[in-house]
């Protein structure tokens, strides 16, 4: 029996029952995420920059602005997502944030590679904490039949970073040098850090599921559980896929556009930031409101909706990245770029309903790990290795990245056929995990 004596006794009024409270905490998470999501990809945005006072290669700025972030963030989900599980969340997330923070800060001080380095390896061991204890934390401030439509507003957070860290970021950097960038977005996050441990409760786990337990399963239990829930695998691999399309594609849009139309970063950030603030955090707002109907608390509709989106998505990004008419490219874009963040918050509320209680974060940390695998690790560095192939065999810069760029669009379609397939399975998978059948729930009383 594991000694979990550092999860706090729920006391009256519950979080969950006081409807203040969880909604305060909700925007809080929003605010955890945005930090993570803006002191990620903000280095895109500052990609060519950082890459020509470095002199470096496509691969090699991958490698340090992607790769080495995600490596540390993918390896320390697991023992951190773990304590999670077991400890107070509340406190982990409240570390996590303070110091992801520090070492945003910390890229801005660097002045050599491996400096710069370092600090990346810093943030992503920080950030490692941040997601899969939200996702965790609000599972218990909501119920099974509000968490898809609470964790679509939680990634809201995608969204607002993803805006800092292209249109804000962008315009900072122009007018004041990329590392002041890295200054401005850290030292406000150590603030917000400390704000959450004083502010946010540790609810009691799974008070708001019937399947409760006090013992938490082993590393061991936890993965064999999740291979027999059929649908959250599929689910997750679907996820992981969206990323590696979606976010992969986004990850080189700025130095696309830098390169192919002669923008600067600043340009290429405002170029593209209200696409990510205003088309994401809409096209956020329209999948929470639709999740929280009532004929969507069958979780087949959702993955069914998820899988439609994904596809016709992936086909206009065929078209973006073959196009030579901005005016085009700006227009497939505003469809492109909000749906990358309609998944988000229906993947992290479908897989906290397919995971018992003491699970949720461990089943966060898997999905990370695929997820940033593929959109942190291989497609940053696969893009970056096929750009300097093709121009080893003489296409230009902004030619050889186009072409690389366009690898990644085909597995959008292995996506959309992941939602489906999982449909087959994700009601009984859903009862099991918490105990409550959606179709009964969704039945008129």
Not at 200 to 218: A, F, I, M, W
Not at 284 to 311: C, E, H, K, N, Y
Not at 416 to 425: L, P
Request: glycine share 10%.
């Amino acid at each position: 029996m594991v000694d979990n004596k550092n999860d706090a006794p729920a006391t009256e009024p519950t979080p969950g029952s006081s409807g203040w409270v969880r909604w305060y905490v909700l925007l809080v998470m929003v605010g955890v995420y945005s930090l993570s999501i803006a002191d990620r990809y903000v280095i895109s945005t500052l990609l060519e920059p950082i890459r020509l006072e470095l002199q470096l290669t496509d691969s090699g700025i991958a490698f340090l602005t992607g790769t080495a972030l995600a490596l540390f963030y993918v390896l320390f989900g697991f023992p951190l997502s773990w304590l999670i599980d077991r400890y107070s969340r509340r406190n982990i997330i409240a570390i996590s944030v303070i110091v992801w923070s520090a070492m945003t800060a910390a890229t801005g001080m660097a002045h050599s590679y491996w400096q710069l380095l370092m600090a990346r390896i810093g943030v992503g061991v920080g950030e490692a904490g941040g997601t899969p204890g939200a996702s965790s934390i609000l599972s218990d401030y909501f119920p099974a039949a509000q968490r898809p439509m609470a964790l679509t507003v939680f990634a809201l957070g995608a969204s607002i970073g993803a805006w800092v860290g292209a249109d804000v970021a962008g315009q900072l950097a122009d007018v004041y040098g990329w590392r002041h960038v890295f200054l401005w977005l850290g030292i406000p996050g150590v603030l917000f850090g400390l704000l959450i441990f004083l502010t946010v409760r540790e609810p009691k786990r799974g008070q708001l599921d019937l399947n409760q337990t006090e013992q938490s399963p082993s590393f061991g239990a936890t993965f064999k559980y999740l291979m027999q829930q059929r649908s959250a695998v599929h689910v997750m691999l679907g996820s992981a896929l969206t990323a590696l399309w979606g976010w992969g594609l986004v990850w080189w849009t700025p130095t696309f556009l830098v390169r192919n139309f002669g923008m600067t970063a600043g340009e290429a950030g405002v170029f593209t930031g209200p696409m990510h603030l205003w088309g994401g955090s809409l096209a956020t707002l329209f999948t929470a409101w639709l999740v929280a109907q009532r004929s969507m608390i069958d979780p087949r509709r959702v993955v069914w909706l998820m899988g439609a989106v994904i596809g016709v998505a992936t086909v206009v990004s065929y078209f973006i990245y073959t196009s030579n008419s901005l005016d085009s490219i700006e227009i497939l874009l505003w469809i492109f770029i909000p749906s990358i963040y309609f998944y988000i918050g229906p993947c992290f509320g479908l897989l906290n309903n397919l995971a018992e209680p003491r699970m949720r974060a461990m089943f966060c940390a898997f999905t990370l790990f695929v997820a940033n695998v593929g959109n942190l690790i291989i497609a940053p560095q696969l893009v970056g290795l096929l750009s300097d192939h093709y121009a080893a065999g003489g296409m230009d810069h902004a030619q050889s990245l186009r072409a690389a760029m366009l690898w990644l669009v085909p597995t959008g379609l292995w996506a959309t056929f992941h939602y489906f397939w999982s449909a087959r399975q994700i009601v009984a998978d859903q009862t099991r995990a918490t105990g409550i059948n959606p179709i009964a729930e969704a039945r008129p009383s």
